[in-house]
């Protein structure tokens, strides 16, 4: 294999369909501060993702940190230590403690029959994250939520584009939050956006991103600058244009990833939800060295030397950070640890070669007959 291939590659239009979406941006000199493709990106994204309210920042993690400013939160928020850096800082940014639950060991999101144990009376909220594409239990989420009456913040940075049970993700919980990284399905070069049910919210949320200003004279609260800029909306607009034909190639890498690697002993392939309508943002697989003959390792080693970089997401997990000088006792969530240190996610975005899968998958196979 002659050339590199990475573990995502962003999606982009046509350079031409680009041009064309920034052009008025030459003439206007609106370049940010909520322009025309702002809004304009904010109403087609609130109707594709089947959701009432949205507003938008300039990237996933402002969104989840402003929003745990929003809710006013103090205390103790439960969430998962398996997920991106960014989950876990925005709740210690907001000067809460993260408490860790433990996840589900086939679908990797927060495993809810730990969940209530872990619930005291400094609980405030949960942070649940759904991952890789896979969907959290949200009807016992809800349920544990509505009894002890805590907000829930959903991290749908990987679940752009889902439904469930018929139903946009983004219309779940209190508030979910988005991720328009470009190494996302769904791309605004950098960005992101806060689904939410209560309007007040919202009002809260456009002050924290807007510095409060609300007028040439008026700045009626204390916010940042979390705006999303009119090169990214643009991106956006363009990208939301093919964002179906986008997941639909995806979907056939996944078929072809699972059609090699299905019962093959000591290979743990992702699941496949009821009600979930994926968007195939990842392909994670689980090795088991025991029953495969291989090693996670191994098997990133050997992939690295035919210049395929496949990624060990998510390890180490956020508990084991270097950041937190051991404050937080791993072993007090065993399942993550375990998948953290065996899951491999495989190279996966709509353009990758059908026959690229098909060698990757080869020497993923060759490791395990060593």
């Given at each position: 294999m002659d050339r590199e291939i990475l573990v995502t590659r962003s999606s982009m239009p046509d350079l031409d369909e680009y041009v064309n979406e920034i052009r008025t941006l030459w003439d206007t000199h609106r370049?940010?501060?909520?322009?025309?493709?702002?809004?304009?990106?904010?109403?087609?994204?609130?109707?594709?993702?089947?959701?009432?309210?949205?507003?938008?920042?300039?990237?996933?993690?402002?969104?989840?940190?402003?929003?745990?400013?929003?809710?006013?939160?103090?205390?103790?928020v439960i969430t998962t230590p398996f997920t991106f850096a960014s989950t876990t800082h925005a709740?210690?940014?907001?000067?809460?403690?993260?408490?860790?639950c433990d996840i589900d060991p086939f679908n990797y999101t927060l495993d809810v029959e730990q969940l209530e144990s872990l619930v005291t009376d400094k609980t405030c909220a949960i942070l649940p994250v759904h991952v890789y594409g896979n969907v959290c239990n949200i009807e016992e989420i809800e349920r544990i939520a509505k009894k002890h009456e805590l907000k829930v913040i959903y991290d749908a940075c990987h679940a752009f584009g889902e439904t469930y049970n018929n139903r946009g993700i983004g219309q779940y919980g209190d508030v979910s939050c988005f991720s328009f990284h470009a190494t996302k399905v769904f791309n605004s070069i950098e960005g992101g956006a806060a689904?939410?049910?209560?309007?007040?919210?919202?009002?809260?949320?456009?002050?924290?991103?807007?510095?409060?200003?609300?007028?040439?004279?008026?700045?009626?609260?204390?916010?940042?600058?979390?705006?999303?800029?009119?090169?990214?909306?643009?991106?956006?607009?363009?990208?939301?244009?093919?964002?179906?034909?986008?997941?639909?190639?995806?979907?056939?890498?996944?078929?072809?990833?699972?059609?090699?690697?299905?019962?093959?002993?000591?290979?743990?392939?992702?699941?496949?939800?009821?009600?979930?309508?994926?968007?195939?943002?990842?392909?994670?697989?689980?090795?088991?060295?025991?029953?495969?003959?291989?090693?996670?390792?191994?098997?990133?080693?050997?992939?690295a030397e035919e210049g395929i970089l496949a990624r060990k997401y998510f390890y180490p997990l956020t508990n084991a950070f270097s950041a937190f000088h051991g404050e937080f006792d791993v072993t007090k969530t065993p399942v993550a640890l375990h998948i953290s240190k065996r899951v491999l996610t495989l190279p996966l975005y709509s353009d990758l070669a059908l026959e690229d899968v098909d060698r990757i998958c080869e020497l993923i196979l060759e490791c395990g007959t060593r």
């Open positions: 370049l940010t501060n909520m322009g025309p493709k702002h809004r304009e990106f904010q109403d087609k994204l609130r109707d594709y993702l089947e959701v009432e309210n949205i507003e938008l920042f300039t990237n996933g993690h402002m969104a989840i940190e402003l929003t745990l400013q929003a809710l006013n939160l103090q205390g103790e709740i210690i940014r907001n000067c809460l403690r993260p408490v860790f689904t939410y049910r209560d309007k007040h919210i919202g009002e809260i949320l456009y002050d924290l991103k807007n510095f409060g200003i609300h007028g040439k004279e008026e700045v009626s609260a204390v916010g940042a600058n979390a705006k999303m800029n009119e090169f990214c909306a643009a991106m956006g607009l363009c990208n939301l244009r093919h964002i179906d034909e986008e997941i639909a190639k995806r979907k056939k890498v996944a078929d072809r990833y699972r059609e090699h690697l299905e019962g093959v002993d000591g290979l743990q392939l992702n699941v496949t939800q009821s009600g979930v309508k994926s968007n195939y943002a990842y392909y994670p697989v689980v090795f088991e060295e025991k029953e495969f003959g291989a090693t996670r390792e191994e098997v990133f080693d050997r992939l």
